[in-house]
């Protein structure tokens, strides 16, 4: 029988590789969160206005 070979090891991630992912991943989600919300305004804007229904007197 032969043994499976062994797994690589984990790579060793640089601290300066670590700092600047996160960063990235933080100015990510900032553009996400204002492209979500520039969407949603321009949804907003879009629809036409809600009119309120007169209610039946009676």
Known sequence: ???AP??????IMAP????RL???L???LK?????ARARGD???????P????EKPMG
């Open 26 to 28: 933080r100015e990510n």
């Open 6 to 11: 062994a797994p690589p090891p984990p790579p």
């Open 50 to 53: 809600k009119v309120a229904r």
């Open 16 to 19: 300066d590789r670590a700092a």
């Open 31 to 35: 553009r996400r969160k204002a492209q």
């Open 1 to 3: 029988m032969a043994k």
């Open 22 to 24: 996160a960063a990235a």
């Open 42 to 48: 321009a949804a907003l804007a879009n629809q036409a």
